[in-house]
């Protein structure tokens, strides 16, 4: 590892000169300075063009008032940084951390409270958060807003979806930023916040596209002890200004100095496959607080999971939870009992999977929703039918992990007071890895799935977990913005929405996975649940019309595309014994990774990944579409020259359209070298999915 750490204190009392400082490539400049009026701002320039113009900077604080005006830079620092570092599980082995940073310190004359504001330009774009220093006339204090603004240059073309403190299971709208209009919208749950002053709320990862064809990116990194930065939007002068999320009594952060902010990002270059490819949200990151990660492993899964969504079996004991909601009187069978979970333990281990999830396995799930009661879960209490030590002892003999299921129904009091219960069961019957969920409103009442409150409890879970050696997979939780660098437990969440949407609503559309990686995925893995083979939900039940929005072939290349060290193989064991040649790239294809080569990407529009895998010679292949067809030629030079490879190629047959033929796929085998070139042929919503070895 090299690395080069230089410091310079430059000491440039009271000026309001210009403050810069560029990335290492120099391509972005940041560009810091105060108004006459002592107020901060900052503008980014990309290759010479504005990517934001003069956006102000600063604070509301509750009783303390402005936190924005009457600055004098009291002194300013630079660094220099090129380290790097090994993630313990990840899209590649190495990440390399290399940045400028420039702190400029602050003072408010009148009331002489200091801010520091530090600015870190990576190649991948620009980074900035507040600091308030220790200091005698700030200790404890509360933010009633933060004022960061984020002017943009034009009416971009914006990948987004609505402002709601509790959910980011939308769709993706593509429109210019003129045309964000939340009221045409059907919010989740009543509760999604649509404007404030008349201005449209948006949520970030907010990617956009300029006319003159630059790729932007607004984000934050390492979001820890404060509130989901939403983005409310003018639509006429195209000017962000940050929107923190609030508590149940209206305030938005309980801060003591000397505290940080998150960092804000503004992502920016003229390829898109530099945004999927970034590491500076990981970067911007603290390193791992577990020093022995021996026991972080990549899995790979299956569960007692798309039948309830699909409505062939419930949750509850009783037989009436299920996720179709067509029929509340019809019995079904319960899924989660002893000779089922077998059932699947079976089928992991004659199919190679490390583990399986059980849902529906505790008592609570007649109650579970829509009630926002505080004791739904105790999360030791199996159900009648299922036999935990029986369940436990079997799969330890067929060598298949269990995955624990924490639905806590929003209930965050509840799960917080039984959690060590919870766990140490978990460790007496040998369970590493928790799936955790939040459906429905949180309890304490009032607060939101995205306020300050309930970012420190899902950064807790895993931090506790890690004392009992647990992985944890949260569904429901504000999205992740890169904090699994410092808790590598925390292996994969789901704030987005995932495939278990196309089982019973309009589902995702073809463009939504070729829009994730641009947006959700940047700040860490997603449990989307790929896999889904039997497309079309009739065959479950005739009167069913939903449909997953993709072919069968492009469900095998989002393993490929869509970044997760926590892969489920979400169908059925029967429908992957009945399309077995193409659940093969399923067994196949690995969850942890040596090096990672966006080959292709256009946001909404189409995505081709290479990855190979960790401590092996097999490369992986993925490639997507939305709703058109697509032609391309992919050269394989990321294979190691001089050798020849056996690929098999999982593509889509002729004709095959994720509407009318989405299950139409062909399996074809050809040797290759780094020369090859291929053709690949995507249908609408298709895609196609490649495994690379060696030959001997
Ligand atoms: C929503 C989760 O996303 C899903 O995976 C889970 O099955 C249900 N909640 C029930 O907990
Ligand atoms: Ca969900």
New binding site residues.
Partial sequence: MNKLFVTLMLLCLGTASAQSVQSPSGEIVAEFKLDNTGRPYYSVNYKNQPVVTKSYMGFNLKDIGQFNSGFTIAGTKSAVVNDSWKPVLGEVAVIQNKYNELSVSLRQQESGRLLNIIFRAFDEGIAFRYEFPKQDNLNYFVIASENTEFSLTGDHKTFWIPGDYDSQEYVYNETALSQVDNDKLNLNNGIAVKSIGGRYIVQSPLMMKSKSGLYINIFEAAVVNYPVMHLNLNPETFKLTSQLVPNAVGDMAYLQAPAVTPWRTVMVSDDARDIVAQKMILNLNEPSKIEDTSWIKPMKYVGI?WE??VGVST?DYSGTQDASQKKPNARKPHGATTENTKRYIDFAKKHGFDGVLV?GWNTGWEDWFGNWKEEVFDFTTPYPDFDIKEVTEYAKKQGVKMIM?H?TSGSVSNYERRLDRAYKFMRDYGYGAVKT?Y?GRIIPRGEFHDGQAMVNHFNYVPRRAAEYKVMVNS??SSRPTGVHRTWPNYIAA?AAR?N?FNGWSDGNPPMHETILPFTRLLGGPMDY?PGIFEIKMDVYDPSKTEQVHTTLAKQLALYVTMYSPLQMAADLPENYEKYSDAFQFIKDVAADWQDTKVLEAEPGDYLTIARKAKGSEKWFLGAITDENARNTTITLNFLTPGKKYKAVIYQDGKNAHWKNDPINYEVKTVEVTSKTKLNLKLAAGGGTAISFVPVN
């Fill in positions: 999971w309830m969504h949750w849902e299921h639905e969920g459906v569904h429901e789901e995932g278990e649940t």
